[in-house]
């Protein structure tokens, strides 16, 4: 069958082929594991707030320091909802419209390299420095504004090559109207103007025979559409916009020059040259040895044949190129080494001053928290400087094509391993919360939740646990019903003096009250969420050192016992999880609180029915107790074998007794369960 001739022509179009190669690639590093990423961070106030309080809420909340990102993260909410998959695929539409912009641009910069302006935009894609990209709600602002930002660039050096008038003007006021809006919502991107810069010079030198008047002339004259721009948001930010946020706020930020100025200079100069460094180069490592050093082997694997299929997708798009890698368009020409030598001075000089707002503004890069998204413009100049170092450096087209699989490689495991991370993070919290709401029914007003997850999953800010917990306990309501805190030194010490405050964030107040504490905890190693009792200690080896500080602070009774259950909304948290051994664990601790004892032992006789055993034999306990008190000998004598065998276990309850005071007689039906455990205590008291 003889092919169509336009079709033939669509199959042979380079660009084509490198959006496909881009998109290709993008999918497989992105998307494999999407539909199993969730919330996280940032996210939980916004989610807590359009499902409370409507989207105008969401606006409301970054009036403290970003308006306009709050206007667009309000409408980008009301299309897409809560479902967190969708906020996923939107975040990897952004992405991959950015890089597409970027292809454009570097197309422009050098119009005859399409191998390596695409090689460009696939490092750009897929740059292993930005780890955010599976915080998907929060992080799709950055995506967005970076898109726009690129864009902006792009239209900038169309205009400036354009030899249409009216296109020109068109696209210069596009230009700049995309730069405004880019800094409007992240403030920090105001280094795109920088890198505008740098290539407009780039071209002004192109063009000037190298005359340094005629460059500056050319480039105050194609740079003034969007520096009016970047004036008018420099008047806002500096002096009409006042920041609630101290991180945010100019005039701290100032205060610490004008107080400190030899300290913030030195600073200024080492925390730069730190940035450039690790963005440039120990992005391409650091990530990747973190997050894969201690992986799972099967995961390995896998991220092993999904970098092989992008891999063999870039030579299957080398070779497709092969041809015009030996002619004057991609090797040989007089001016191929200006090009690539130009590349590698824009490409630094572009990561360079992408990342001076960032240090100006007393912040800084690094591979721990979420502090890499400051090297998300300068990804760009990391792009170009690399594949003009590749090409530099190396002559024959093999050479290049390895050392570029390589990195394409690296980059993709990275980003693979990094979402199994955030995987992982959200099923700790989706088990925290289905566990929790399977113990309890409800929570008691003012109540304030204090939960410690695994350590590498830790909650880091207080609305990490109310805003979920008021999305399960108090649906709708636009109240914050609960409170929560994380835990840490601060709030140890606040716990221990049962401290009462308020509390402001985002323009929003509610009371904290330490003496209302509810504590739970994930040790992880398979273990149950343990929902802690200051009336019995029940602590097994698996607990983390501070679970035994401040378990005696959990107030249990802020369990309402007698509301009906609530449960977490699936198309925020998911669907339930398997009923396994956690749900008849939750469910027991839930009936012996309420003492009824035939509940916890039909749950015992149900869960035995099934073959399910807990991980962490503290989790016995509940059983225990309740064969014990319903007289079935032989089964609580058989559990107390396994308890006893777990000594953290039995110091930590049977330290709670203190013989000296008050015995415990042995033929007590009541209190047979504490005696087998702890023998001594049998008839202290007599």
Not at 328 to 349: C, K, Q, T
């Amino acid at each position: 069958m003889i092919m169509p001739e336009k079709i033939r022509r669509l199959l042979q179009n380079e660009l084509l082929i490198s959006v496909v190669l881009l998109t290709a690639v993008s999918a497989l590093t992105y998307l494999p594991l999407t539909n199993q990423l969730g919330y996280y961070r940032d996210d939980w106030h916004v989610v807590w707030a359009a499902n409370g309080r409507g989207l105008m809420q969401i606006f409301d909340q970054h009036l403290t320091d970003r308006p306009f990102m709050g206007a667009t993260y309000a409408l980008t909410y009301g299309v897409l909802g809560s479902n967190p998959l969708v906020w996923q695929l939107y975040a990897f539409c952004l992405r991959l419209v950015g890089g597409l912009g970027f292809l454009w641009l570097m197309r422009q910069l050098w119009r005859n390299k399409p191998v390596a302006t695409t090689a460009m935009a696939l490092l750009f894609l897929i740059y292993p420095g930005f780890l955010q990209q599976p915080n998907a709600n929060a992080y799709q602002n950055h995506l967005f504004a970076l898109t726009l930002g690129v864009f902006s660039l792009a239209l900038t050096v169309y205009a400036r090559q354009s030899k249409r008038g009216i296109r020109r003007s068109v696209a210069l006021l596009f230009s700049a109207g995309l730069g405004l809006g880019c800094y409007l919502i992240m403030e920090w991107m105001v280094g795109i103007e920088a890198i505008r810069l740098v290539m407009l010079g780039a071209l002004a030198w192109r063009e000037s025979e190298r005359r340094a008047g005629a460059v500056a002339r050319r480039v105050v004259l194609w740079w003034l559409p969007t520096l009016i721009a970047l004036g008018a948001f420099l008047v806002w930010r500096l002096f009409l916009f006042r920041s609630a946020r101290i991180v945010t706020d100019v005039g701290v930020i100032g205060g610490m020059y004008l107080s400190n100025p030899g300290e913030m200079l030195l600073r200024f100069v080492i925390e730069s040259s730190r940035d450039f460094v690790e963005t440039v180069f120990l992005a391409w490592g650091v990530p990747f040895y973190k997050l894969v050093s201690n992986a799972a082997y099967i995961d390995l694997v896998v991220s092993l044949a999904l970098a092989a299929i992008g891999v063999g997708l870039l030579v299957a798009y080398w070779r497709s190129r092969s041809d015009s890698m030996s002619t004057p368009i991609d090797a040989a020409a007089s001016d191929e080494l200006d090009w690539r030598r130009e590349a590698v001075l824009i490409g630094l000089a572009s990561a360079l001053v992408a990342l001076q707002p960032v240090v100006l503004a007393n912040r800084q890069v690094s591979f721990e928290d979420t502090f890499d998204r400051y090297t998300l413009v300068a990804a760009m100049g990391v792009a170009m400087s690399v594949v003009g170092g590749l090409f530099w450096l190396f002559e024959k087209p093999l050479l290049r094509l390895v050392f570029l699989a390589f990195l394409t490689a690296f980059s993709m495991i990275t980003h693979y391993h990094n979402a199994i991370y955030f995987r992982e993070f959200w099923e700790q919290q989706r088990q925290l919360w289905w566990q929790l709401s399977w113990r309890a029914p409800d929570l008691k007003d003012g109540a304030l939740l204090l939960p410690l997850l695994p350590p590498g999953f830790r909650l880091a800010e207080g609305y990490e646990t109310w805003g979920p917990a008021n999305l399960i306990y108090s649906p709708g309501s636009p109240d914050i019903r609960l409170s929560g805190e994380t835990l840490n030194n601060e709030t140890l010490l606040q716990l221990k003096r049962g401290d009462k405050f308020g509390k402001y964030f985002r323009r929003l107040t509610f009371i904290l009250n330490f003496e209302n504490s509810l504590i739970v905890s994930l040790p992880g190693r398979g273990a149950c969420l343990h929902v802690h009792d200051n009336t019995r200690a029940e602590l097994s080896e698996n607990e983390e050192p501070m679970t035994y500080l401040i378990a005696g602070y959990s107030n249990i009774h802020l369990i309402d016992i007698d509301l009906p259950p609530k449960s977490p909304p699936q198309h925020i948290f998911g669907s339930e999880p398997e009923r396994g051994w956690c749900y008849y664990y939750q469910k027991a601790s839930l009936a012996r609180q309420r003492a009824d004892w035939d509940e916890v032992v039909r749950l015992g006789d149900e869960a035995m029915q099934k073959n399910l055993s807990p991980l962490d034999t503290s989790e016995w306990m509940p059983f225990y107790e309740g064969y014990a008190r319903q007289q079935q000998m032989d089964e609580a004598n058989r559990l107390g074998g396994i308890l006893r065998a777990n000594p953290t276990l039995v110091w930590s309850f049977c330290s709670q007794f203190d013989p000296q005071e008050e015995g415990v007689a042995e033929d007590s039906r009541e209190a047979f369960w504490i005696i087998n455990l702890c023998p001594h205590l049998a008839d202290k008291g007599d």
